[in-house]
C-alpha cells in the first residue's frame, strides 16, 4: 500500500470520527433539566414561569411528554369536572351543535337514531346499547357526559377530541333522540295528534295458515 493510500485512509478515518462527533453534539446538547438552577436569573431558577394570563395547555406528570399530549388530558379532565356542576340550559343552537357533534363522534357506533347500530357495527365493530333502553332513559344527563368524558367499556376516553360544552350539547341531543322515539302522544301538536288519530290501524301480521 502506498504511502498516498495510507494518508487518504487515515484523513477518511479522521473525517468519520468528525461527522460521529457532530452528530453526538445534536444528540447531547447542553440544556437545563426540570428543576436545575441557572445564575441567569434573579430567582436562580433555570425553569421560567408563565405569562401571566396563559393557560396551561398539559399539566401533570405527563406533560413534559410527547409534546404535551398525554397532559392534556390531565387539563381536559380538570375542566370536565368544572363542566359538570353547570350543564347549560337546552335552546335551539345547543341542539344543532349537539346534533353536529354527535354526527361527527358517536354516529358510527350509535347509528343516526341512536338505537347502536352504526356503520362500523353492521362491519362487526361491537354493538353499543340503544340509547331507547329503558336503563339509559332513566339514567341522569350526568351520566351520559361521564361516559363521553372517561369512556366505558370498549369505548375510550373523548375528553381530548370533544370540549366539556360539546359534551353537554351531545347529552341533550341524545335526550332529544330518546323524545323522537317515545314522544307521548299528549306532548305532540294538536293537528299532529289529529293526523295520527286519524290514520287507519295497522292490520294485524298474516298468519301461516295451520297444516
Known amino acids: 500500500m502506498t504511502a498516498r493510500a495510507l494518508a487518504f485512509g487515515a484523513l477518511l478515518l479522521f473525517g468519520l470520527a468528525g461527522c460521529e462527533r457532530t452528530m ?22 433555570a425553569a421560567r414561569p408563565p405569562p401571566p394570563g396563559s393557560v396551561a395547555n398539559a399539566s401533570g406528570d405527563l406533560a413534559a411528554t410527547s409534546s404535551g399530549r398525554h397532559g392534556q388530558a390531565e387539563v381536559a379532565l380538570r375542566e370536565s369536572a368544572y363542566a359538570a356542576s353547570a350543564p347549560p340550559p337546552v335552546t335551539r343552537t345547543l341542539l344543532q351543535r349537539g346534533q353536529e357533534r354527535y ?9 343516526p337514531v341512536g338505537d347502536g347500530d352504526g356503520p362500523i357495527v353492521r362491519r362487526g365493530f361491537p354493538r353499543p ?17 361521564d361516559v363521553i368524558t372517561h369512556g366505558r367499556g370498549i369505548m375510550y376516553s373523548y375528553a381530548d377530541r370533544v370540549a366539556p360544552e360539546d359534551r353537554w350539547a351531545i347529552v341533550a341531543y ?3 333522540l330518546q323524545l323522537s322515539q317515545h314522544a307521548p302522544l299528549a306532548a305532540l301538536p294538536p293537528a299532529l ?19
Not at 340509547?131 to 350526568?142: C, G, K
Open 24 to 45: 453526538r453534539d445534536m444528540y447531547e446538547q447542553p440544556r437545563y433539566g426540570p428543576g436545575e438552577g441557572s445564575p441567569l436569573f434573579p430567582d436562580g431558577r
Open 193 to 211: 295528534q289529529e293526523k295520527l288519530a286519524a290514520m287507519p290501524a295497522e292490520p294485524p301480521a298474516n298468519k301461516e295458515p295451520a297444516r
Open 174 to 176: 341524545i335526550r332529544a
Open 103 to 111: 354526527s361527527i363522534y358517536c354516529l358510527p357506533c350509535h347509528s
Open 129 to 145: 346499547p340503544s340509547y331507547h333502553e329503558q336503563r339509559l332513559r332513566e339514567a341522569p344527563d350526568r351520566y351520559f357526559f
